[in-house]
Each structure stands twice: as structure tokens, then as C-alpha cells.
């Protein structure tokens, strides 16, 4: 089928619960909107607040959501109330929490969720970080103060502060995967090793859920034959020159997509960033809605589904 991506701003409001069930399986077009109020769509990309654009959506509409979220601290997107930009980890958390809640929600009764997060170590007191004249949107200009209980240096251990809140909140953790990351970027650091991996959490909403094993299996040396997917999985970054970042990349979602959906099935991201989620979505078949909160990204994004997809 030609591939067909399409750009609009607002369309007739819809009932989704009308819809939802009777999109075409395998259809390439795409609504980007920053009004989204009901719209039919086949895929869509959403600009403004994951939250209250998931409050729009009526409950079990997705099948499976993949996502990164913005790490705290790390970078500055501009915007006021932006996830990330929090002066202490516990709100951090606290506002995953609440947007997860909604993914939950809005997730099948037997959906997976997946979920990259990297860690992070105390700022050392530290508060004002060097200015980065090569790309200053890079990073933020203040460093977040030390979290209560930790010191400086310590390793903030936050991917796992998040996936017990999320457990607290009546996820099921299922999985914790090594993301090791061979090109991983140097560190100017002489008293640990270098970070080389993050985690990708998966998550279900009961406890019974589908899981297409059979669709990941990885080569086994020892028996010469396909064996279950462990649970370290070595995969380069992707450097994304427009983004100013190492985006998600698409060896990293793709696993994820083939394991927790079938043909037609609809996923989640609402922390869509350059578009990589819908990128690996399209050509499997799969439908995706993404929300993203800055307007760069939201072009970058549609301008990587018309271009690679």
C-alpha cells in the first residue's frame, strides 16, 4: 500500500468508542493536531500535554504503550511545567505516576507497557551547570539539588524509585531489561566505570496478558536453534542530529511492538519526541498515537515519518 502521511489541524469531533473498532488495518495516514478533540484518525500525533490528552481517550483503547519519558534534570525543553524540569525527584515521580495512571487506564485489560528510563548520580552540590556553547538547548542550566537521603555522587538508583512507584500503583513489573548500549558515550570519570545501559522496563495492567514470545526469540549458540529473549539486549544508540539527542532507537522499540501486538493493533506514546514509535509502528501494521509536548519535536517527528517510513 503507498504510503500516504497526512498534516491537519482540526477535523469534525468524533466519538473514538464510534470509530476506534473499525479503523483500516493497515492504513499509513497520519493526523498531527494541537486541538485534539475526538477526531477520527488511523494514527495521530498530538501536540501539547500527555496528561490532559490522555484524559481525552476512553478507557482499553490501546493495545500497548511504549515510551521514554523526559529524564529528570537532564534537559531543558522550554516550556513551563515541562515533566523533567521538577526542583525535586519525588515530584519527578509523582507526575510519571499520574500520566501512567491514565496509560493504564486507557490500556487494554491484557496490554504491556514499556518503559525506557536511565539513571542519574547527585549533583554534588553543584548547582549551576557549565554553559554548553555547542548546543545549549542540550542540557539544563541548573542542576537539581541532592534528593532527601542521598549524598553527593550517589547514584540516584531512579529507575527503580519509579518502577516501585508504579508498582505501588497497581502495575504489574514483569521484566526489568538491560539496555546495553555498545557505542555507549565516553565519561570523564576516574572513580567508577562508565555508564553503558539503561533499563526498559515492561509492565502489564493484569496478570494475565499478551506476550508473543515467540515473535522476539533470539539465536542460542549452545543449541543452534531460537530461544526465549533474554533479558539483556545489546544495541546501539542513534544519534539524531535535528533532535540534539541519541533518540530511542528503533532496535529498542521493535521487540517491544512485536511482542505486546498484532496486525492493526493501536499503541501508545505520550512522550513521543523525534517520532521513533510511529516509525517502527507503520511498517509492522501497527497503529500509534503519540502525544508531544514541544512543537520542534511534533515537525521533527512528522518530517521522519514522511521521510523514512
Not at 35 to 54: C, H, V, Y
Not at 56 to 85: M, N
Not at 157 to 176: E, H, I, M, N, V
Not at 285 to 293: D, P, S
Request: with cysteine; hydrophobic share 35%.
Amino acid at each position: 500500500m503507498e504510503s500516504l502521511i497526512k498534516r491537519e489541524i482540526s477535523a469534525n469531533p468524533l466519538s473514538i468508542q464510534d470509530y476506534a473498532s473499525n479503523l483500516p488495518r493497515y492504513s499509513r495516514e497520519v493526523l498531527v493536531t494541537d486541538n485534539f478533540r475526538g477526531q477520527s484518525f488511523d494514527s495521530l500525533i498530538i501536540m501539547g500535554d500527555a496528561l490532559e490528552n490522555l484524559k481525552k481517550f476512553p478507557d482499553e483503547l490501546f493495545q500497548c504503550c511504549v515510551t521514554s519519558p523526559p529524564y529528570w534534570g537532564l534537559r531543558d525543553y522550554g516550556i513551563p511545567h515541562q515533566i523533567g524540569a521538577e526542583a525535586n525527584l519525588e515530584d519527578y515521580i509523582n507526575k510519571l505516576v499520574l500520566v501512567f495512571k491514565e496509560v493504564k487506564r486507557t490500556l487494554s485489560s491484557d496490554g504491556t507497557f514499556w518503559l525506557n528510563i536511565g539513571d542519574a548520580y547527585t549533583s554534588g552540590n553543584r548547582t549551576w551547570r557549565d554553559e554548553d556553547k555547542k548546543n545549549p538547548a542540550r542540557a539544563m542550566a541548573y542542576r537539581p539539588p541532592t534528593p532527601k537521603g542521598l549524598k553527593p555522587k550517589d547514584l540516584i538508583g531512579l529507575p527503580w524509585k519509579l518502577a516501585f512507584a508504579l508498582q505501588s500503583d497497581g502495575w504489574y513489573l514483569r521484566s526489568d531489561i538491560i539496555w546495553y548500549k555498545p557505542n555507549c558515550q565516553p565519561e570523564s570519570v576516574k572513580d567508577r566505570p562508565t555508564r553503558a545501559h539503561e533499563y526498559l522496563f515492561l509492565f502489564s495492567k493484569s496478570e494475565k496478558y499478551n506476550y508473543n514470545y515467540n515473535e522476539v526469540m533470539e539465536p542460542s549458540k549452545s543449541i543452534k536453534s531460537l530461544r526465549n529473549r533474554r533479558s539483556v539486549w545489546a544495541i546501539n544508540t542513534e544519534p539524531f542530529r535535528e533532535a540534539h539527542y541519541a533518540s530511542f532507537p528503533k532496535d529498542l522499540v521493535k521487540p517491544c511492538i512485536l511482542a505486546g501486538t498484532k496486525d492493526g493493533d493501536l499503541v501508545l506514546d505520550p512522550f513521543l519526541g523525534s517520532g521513533t514509535v510511529g516509525i517502527v509502528c507503520l511498517p509492522l501494521n501497527r497503529r500509534f498515537v503519540g502525544i508531544e509536548l514541544k512543537q520542534e519535536y511534533v515537525d521533527i517527528a512528522f518530517k521522519r515519518l514522511r521521510d523514512e517510513v
